[in-house]
């Protein structure tokens, strides 16, 4: 195992038993579930509770969001579903915050021909994998959604996906982490500290060192940039750009949606997710354009004619706000999660399309393995090692 080690900076008195690098929603309920089994857990990021789930918004579609080849996730995502209700209720008692969690359910529709054999594809697949949901004709979608266009040619509803506001549920992370004294260094981290075989903290902006037992690298997309982190460790990230906008529903066209109404149109997703104050989320763009976070033209308007199609009604809407985050996203769309080749580095990241719809299971995961040096059965698959045994055994002769 290749290790590095830093120059001298300036220790800080203040060690933990876990260091979290990334105060995004898996950073952060990562750091609050340490700290709850008694924990000494600090976390570095300059603005906790921002990163993607400042954009995300908050679709719980364990099923339907199942793909083809990913049916390993699939059970991770339920068992993560499964735990929201609890999740949430726990979250809202430890701080007095409404996450906005509300059990809507979603309606998945189809425009045309295409769309619809696509989503039969779906339904069955789903079927196959025993979850529940229900083919309805055009003339049913539009009983449950009347904004929803003439033309819908039919639809699965699915009652088990829901929906929360990533805002409020990062906002309420943030409480809960301080209320179960949880430190935060609100700052970058700079590198990660090796010696000998094993990494023991990390340092900041201004070259403080902050020493640790355990370190949790879960930085999102940023999570395969920090220095120090030896190459075979270094998790397979990369930023997926999503574009998303946000709409407000005045009082008088209320209820505009009861539920999350979502589509592919020409082979892109698009969906809608109503708010109970309001709130109107339309996503959302998938683009490999590396680190930019440029909100187009190009980007609004597809997400508009795409929405539109589906209810042509947006367009009487308000627009409040537009804005570009990045996913993580990794080489088979699953998470990274815990102990890594590298003792003392564990990692939480990867988390792709899901970060939102995996933070419970994922802060079970975590806090797991910092307290027993192994993830649960539901969490093995995820284990990082699944990329660094081959980046291990592919060393040049
Ligand atoms: N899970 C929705 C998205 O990533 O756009």
Redesign the pocket.
């Known amino acids: 195992m290749p290790t590095r080690t830093s120059a001298a900076h300036v220790p800080d008195t203040r060690a933990s038993d876990v260091l979290v690098v990334g105060g995004g929603i898996i950073g952060l309920v990562t750091a609050w579930r340490a700290a709850q089994r008694g924990l000494g857990t600090a976390v570095v990021d300059p603005e906790p509770g921002g990163g993607a789930a400042r954009v995300a ?1 908050g ?1 719980l ?1 364990a099923v339907t ?1 199942l793909h083809y080849g990913e049916q390993t996730l699939l059970g991770l995502n339920l068992a993560s579903a499964r735990r929201y209700p609890e999740f949430a209720a726990e979250l809202t008692e430890a701080t007095g915050q409404d996450l906005g969690y509300r059990r809507c359910g979603t309606l998945a529709v189809a425009l045309d021909a295409d769309d619809r054999a696509h989503l039969r594809e779906l339904h069955t697949l789903q079927q196959g994998s025993g979850l529940e949901s229900e083919w309805l004709s055009g003339r049913e979608c539009r009983r449950l959604e009347p904004m929803l266009a003439p033309g819908v040619r039919g639809g699965l509803r699915v009652d088990g996906d829901h929906q929360i506001d990533p805002r409020r549920l990062a906002k309420a992370l943030v409480t809960a982490c301080e209320r179960a004294g949880v430190v935060f260094h609100r700052t970058w981290a700079e590198r990660l500290r090796v010696a000998g075989d094993r990494a023991t903290g990390v340092v900041i902006a201004g070259g403080t060192e902050l020493a640790a037992g355990q370190v949790v690298l879960a930085g999102g997309s940023l999570s395969g940039q920090l220095a120090g982190v030896p190459d075979a460790v270094l998790p397979p990230v990369r930023p997926v750009k ?1 574009q998303v906008l946000r709409l407000t529903v005045p009082k008088r066209y209320a209820p505009f949606l009861n539920r999350t109404v979502r589509a592919v149109v020409r082979g892109s997703h698009v969906y809608l997710v109503p708010r109970e104050n309001g709130e109107l989320v339309v ?2 763009t998938s683009e490999e354009l590396g680190w930019d976070t440029t909100v187009t033209a190009g980007g609004v308007y597809e997400l508009l004619r795409d929405a539109h199609e589906l209810v042509p009604g947006i367009t009487e809407l308000p627009l409040t706000e537009t804005r570009a985050g990045l ?1 993580p996203g990794s080489p088979d769309n699953a998470p990274l999660l815990g102990p890594t080749e590298l003792d003392g580095l564990l990692l939480a990241t990867g988390h792709y ?2 970060g939102v719809l995996l933070t419970p299971v994922t802060g079970d995961a975590m806090a797991h393995a910092l307290t027993t040096g192994e993830l649960p059965e539901e969490a093995r698959p995820f284990t990082p090692r699944r990329f660094h045994a081959t980046a291990l055994t592919e060393q040049p002769a």
Do not use: D
């Open positions: 918004a679709m579609a969001e999503g996503g959302a996913r399309r899901n």
